[in-house]
């Protein structure tokens, strides 16, 4: 039935809840990114500013994150992403007083621009424990002949919410301004955490509680580098988002180049999560783990050729549909990197393996941010993202020619294996 069901973990009620929890926080999360973005580019008006905030996210997330799983496959899974969640609210609250009448009247824009820096700082921080308690929750949740299917549903499910997230905060910022937006995110943060313990607590799987922290990381990175189909599919996709990503100058279009104002820059937002969602609701229907290793190459490949059309173009229209395909391409990407990592995880280093995958695609998003915003500056912002564009290309290319391994990479026998399982 798993195999012919697209709706087989859909049928399960706390996988639902879960999905509303992830969904009602992504949903804040990035309206929280697109208002952050938007109002530090007010205050600055320099492209360095953008790349510092991905600076400041990154520098915490990397730090903690093989450090963050090892702690992950210690706990108990959903009371550690409760207590995430609680944190994460603080900062959200802090943003919304921070964007008060009463404070911008008060504080410099110096004052203003380093505090908003300390508290990404500190959502850095709890980023590198939200990826590996979601990853880990989300396999004690469903039985495993179905993790491929619930790994499909989970990826829509968060684009899905970006999608929404980023569209509503464009709008959002022009309709209510940056202080009421906040607003909306902290009390999206407050819904996520009151779902949340609709779920049950869950075993520890890991029969090695209290097992030595440094011998427990090494463990974890070493099976990530000898698993050569997730260390494969980890590389490409953080090279794609470090030098391909193009959504932190996405200000910058919307208010120099495009010229259209808060309501453009949510669609030009928007249009690569739509693409992507649209991809991934395809896949819960029709399976791509049959040649993944080349859908994945040829995916990213297409991926780089619509962010060099993007930094081309001067046209609004044609931007959108650019991005739009760049969403497309980037689904197929990430429903076979998630079903690559779900099924070649072990239960008792999910925790772990899901940090070095931070370490590689969560924090590259923040780092490509970095590196988006210095290369603007040295070279100018549509030159810098057809150079990002042409470095994903390049490295695909180089990919499937020196790992054959790779280009022939195929989950259908792993996927049957853990069908017939239980």
């Known amino acids: 039935m798993a195999k012919k069901d697209p709706y087989a973990a859909l049928r399960i009620k706390e996988f639902n809840i879960f999905l509303l929890v992830r969904f009602a926080l992504i949903f804040g999360w990035s309206m929280q990114f697109i208002v952050i973005e938007w109002q530090v580019y007010a205050l600055t008006k320099d492209p360095l500013s ?17 450090f963050a799983g090892h702690i992950v496959d210690q706990k108990e899974k959903r009371n550690l992403l409760a207590i995430c969640i609680a944190a994460f609210s603080l900062i959200s609250f802090c943003l919304f007083w921070l964007t008060s009448p009463e404070v911008i009247s008060s504080w410099s824009k110096k004052s203003m621009l380093y505090t908003i ?7 850095g921080f709890l980023r590198s424990f939200f990826g590996p308690t979601i990853f880990s929750l989300v396999a004690l949740i469903v039985p495993k002949k179905i993790y491929a299917n619930a790994a499909t549903w989970n990826s829509s499910t968060w684009q899905m919410s970006r999608v929404l997230g980023v569209a509503f905060a464009g ?13 909306i995110v902290f009390a999206l943060v407050l819904v996520s955490l009151l779902f949340l313990f609709q779920i049950k607590r869950k075993p520890i799987l890991n029969d090695k509680i209290g097992e030595p922290m440094m011998q427990s990381l090494k463990e974890g990175v070493h099976f990530v580098f000898k698993t050569k189909a997730i260390l494969g599919a980890l590389t490409l996709d953080m090279v794609s988002v470090l030098f391909g990503g193009a959504v932190a100058l996405l200000a910058i279009f919307a208010q120099d180049i495009l010229k259209v ?5 949510g669609i030009l937002v928007a249009a690569p999560s739509v693409g992507a969602f649209i991809t991934m609701l395809i896949t819960a229907y029709i399976p791509i783990s049959k040649n993944a290793g080349m859908k994945l190459l040829v995916a990213i490949f297409g991926f780089g050729i619509c962010i060099v059309v993007f930094g081309l173009s001067t046209s609004f229209w044609l931007s959108v549909a650019a991005l739009f395909f760049s969403g497309v391409t980037d689904g197929v990407s990430m429903v076979i990197r998630q079903t690559i990592l779900q ?41 810098a993202v057809v150079f990002g564009g042409t470095m994903t290309l390049i490295t695909v290319i180089t990919t499937a020619i020196v790992s054959p391994t790779f280009r022939k990479l195929d989950l259908t026998k792993d996927i049957e294996e853990h069908e017939n399982a239980e």
């Open 261 to 265: 104002g808060p309501q453009g820059f």
């Open 171 to 183: 709008f959002s910022i022009g309709w209510l301004g940056v202080h009421y937006s906040l607003c």
């Open 50 to 66: 953008l790349g510092i905030i991905g600076l400041m996210e990154i520098i915490p997330a990397l730090a903690m994150a093989l």
């Open 117 to 123: 820096y300390g508290l990404v700082f500190f959502g």
């Open 343 to 383: 099924i070649k995880t072990p239960d008792n280093m999910r925790g772990r393996v899901s940090s070095v995958n931070s370490m590689f695609v969560g924090s590259s998003n923040e780092l490509g941010a970095f590196e988006s915003g210095v290369t603007a500056k040295l070279m100018g912002t549509a030159t």
